[in-house]
């Protein structure tokens, strides 16, 4: 049984800044990775960020050099740090992680979604 808890969405103006939180919790034996997906009107889901257990980083395109994925494995918790929004940043951000449950390989799990809104 594992769950993820997502914080930080809201209201933002455009080029502002936002940090979303997720924590992992439950029978959870390690993270191989974590990492955030959207899923704005019209649009598929979508990687925005991930991070493996050592720490390597992967980002979409459309937000390369604008947002930074962090994780504190010691707290299971990523972090998505997100400057310069756009109005396209506009979505519901979902949390993931793919791990390993103390009764084996778990799959990946998804957090329920926090709303970003990039407006003025």
């Known amino acids: 049984q594992v769950q993820l808890v997502e914080s930080g969405g809201g209201l933002v103006q455009p080029g502002g800044s936002r940090e979303l939180s997720c924590a992992a919790s439950?029978?959870?034996?390690?993270?191989?990775?974590m990492g955030w997906f959207r899923q704005a009107p019209g649009k598929q889901r979508e990687l925005v960020a991930a991070?493996?257990?050592?720490?390597?980083?992967n980002y979409a395109d459309s937000v390369k050099g604008r947002f930074t994925i962090s994780s504190d494995n010691a707290k299971r918790m990523v972090y998505l740090q997100m400057n310069s929004l756009k109005p396209e940043d506009t979505a519901v951000y979902y949390c993931?992680?793919?791990?390993?449950?103390?009764?084996?390989?778990?799959?990946?799990?998804w957090g329920q979604g926090t709303q970003v809104t990039v407006s003025s």
């Open positions: 993931y992680a793919d791990l390993v449950e103390t009764t084996g390989y778990g799959g990946p799990h």
């Open positions: 439950g029978s959870i034996f390690s993270i191989l990775a």
């Open positions: 991070i493996t257990s050592s720490g390597s980083t």
